[in-house]
């Protein structure tokens, strides 16, 4: 590793020489990790948290793909030379439990350990030397990273940069505009309103008792109102509100290929059809605006509320700042790799219709350079640990100059592909509870209640 503490970094390193860095601790840039080791290349991860700081973020979920579909195949071996205990393959962990009993084993093997630097941000990569215009002698040269660490900075040489650092650290706002809607930062600074999936249990004097509207059509979305709901068992006294911008809910069309992920969007179609959780359609959100009745939501044929609470969980877009100096080939609209982006498009795709992909898929104008894990995923919602597994095995083996092994599909998508749902069948493993007291027949479709129009005041979702 070449660094310079401020002076100009050294020019005269041959690339190879120099390590490949991964940016992120998460479990595709531990894997990606593990697979360049194997390789026999040298490995760098940069990370600007803890190990797995990501999915710290969402300690408290528990995961929709078993624990087969969420280790690497690379990393479960190098924990093999440790004594390591797999977990069961057919339990479904939580992110705490991941981060536990998966990343902080393989992040403390003696092959990764020292290969690991915490608390350490990547700010900005590019070609040592050649901004972005320039094209002469642009591929021979090292990439060169701006890194922090408690503000101070540093630069880094690489030969090459796997970008594993994903998208949960950047949330959606709520502004149907793709910007925050007005009054937006003021309640989110304000403690009114959380992004993402807020562990809502852990803050029951937040969210008890509590108005709460959740916005999104995902299945954080839908986890969060399952929480919701079991808050409002101990509060009947919660009002629960889920405004979502079109009509595609659920999930629960038999396509997806996680079962425990379908019965996730089944169960809450049942506490809609029963009344839990009010159900608020064609919401595109303009303003939120505080008033002494609580937060009005203006959309952009109604209004809702007044509610105390708002949960964001309309998905994570990837910080591409970093990257400005990078050619790189991203859809305009995905911001996914330009190979990948039209196989993932929710746009286009309303399920799991992914195919395996590797290297090729995920190569930019700038040799060297791979996006990996969720972020090359861009803004589209439906990535998979799986499949990032596969991305950086050949991400690995094309570094390495293996492109017969690069090309070379070796993931097995989970068993039963799609189609595979019943959606009347409560899966165990779904946290969802059942509405207390309430069955509707699960094949029964929600009432769905469009709300009034403007400018009629205060409409409440009812
Ligand atoms: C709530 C939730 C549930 C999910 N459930 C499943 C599931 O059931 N099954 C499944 O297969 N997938 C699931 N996913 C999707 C995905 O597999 C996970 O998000 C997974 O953690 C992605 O791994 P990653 O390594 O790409 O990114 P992350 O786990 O997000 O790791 C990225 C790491 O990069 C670090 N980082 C960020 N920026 C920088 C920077 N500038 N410099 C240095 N480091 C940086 C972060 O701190 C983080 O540790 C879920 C995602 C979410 C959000």
């Known amino acids: 590793m070449q660094q310079s503490n401020g002076k100009p970094v050294m020019t005269n390193v041959p690339a190879a020489a120099l390590p490949v860095v991964v940016v992120g601790a998460g479990p595709v840039g531990l894997a990606a990790a593990a697979h360049l080791l194997e390789r026999g290349l040298d490995p760098l991860v940069i990370e600007a948290g803890e190990v797995g700081a990501g999915v710290a973020s969402w300690a408290h979920v528990r995961v929709f793909s078993p624990w087969r579909h969420n280790l690497d195949a690379a990393a479960v071996r190098l924990l093999a030379r440790t004594g390591w205990v797999a977990p069961d393959p057919g339990a479904y962990p939580t992110g705490a439990e991941l981060r536990e009993r998966y990343l902080l084993p393989l992040a403390a093997t003696p092959e990764l350990a020292p290969r690991l630097r915490l608390g350490t941000r990547v700010v900005a990569i590019t070609r040592h030397g050649r901004d972005k215009m320039k094209d002469a002698g642009r591929q021979q040269a090292p990439f060169e990273l701006v890194v922090d660490r408690d503000g101070r900075q540093e630069r880094l040489l690489a030969s090459a940069v796997v970008d594993a650092s994903g998208t949960v650290g950047t949330p959606n706002p709520l502004g149907a505009s793709g910007i925050p809607a007005p009054g937006e930062a003021r309640l989110a600074a304000a403690g009114r309103l959380a992004y993402g999936m807020p562990n809502v249990l852990a803050q029951p004097e937040r969210y008890t008792g509590r108005r709460v509207l959740v916005v999104g059509s995902g299945h954080s979305a839908m986890q ?15 009002e629960l509100t889920w405004a979502v911008r079109g009509a595609d809910l659920y999930h629960g069309d038999g396509d997806d ?4 992920r379908a019965a996730l969007g089944a169960r809450v179609e049942r506490l809609v059809t029963a009344g839990a959780v009010r159900l608020a359609t064609g919401v595109e959100v303009e303003e939120l605006r505080p008033t002494a009745d609580g937060i ?9 509320g007044p509610v105390d609470q708002v ?4 998905g994570f877009r990837p910080d591409l700042t970093p990257l400005a100096e990078l050619r790189l080939g991203l859809d305009p609209a ?4 330009n190979a990948l982006a039209p196989l993932i498009d929710p746009n286009v795709h309303s399920c799991n219709t992914v195919p395996p992909h590797g290297a090729l898929e995920l190569a930019h104008p700038e040799p060297g350079f791979y996006l990996a894990g969720m972020k090359s995923y861009g803004r589209a919602p439906t990535f998979l640990m799986l499949t990032g597994y596969e991305q950086v095995r050949s991400i690995a083996a094309a570094l390495a100059g293996d492109l017969e ?6 993931l097995v998508l989970p068993a039963g592909g799609a189609c595979s749902t019943d959606r009347g069948t409560a899966d165990a493993s779904c946290p969802v509870p059942e509405p207390s007291g309430t069955a509707a027949p699960a094949c029964c479709g929600p009432e769905i209640v469009p709300l009034g129009g403007r400018p009629a005041g205060t409409t409440v979702a009812s």
């Open 296 to 304: 009005l939501v203006a959309h952009r044929t109604g209004w809702l």
């Open 311 to 314: 949960v964001a969980a309309t």
């Open 334 to 337: 995905v911001e996914a790799p």
């Open 405 to 410: 092994a690069a090309r070379r599909v070796e």
């Open 224 to 238: 969060v109102l399952g929480d919701l709901v079991r808050l409002r068992e101990q509060a009947p006294a919660t």
């Open 257 to 260: 290929p996680l079962p425990a």
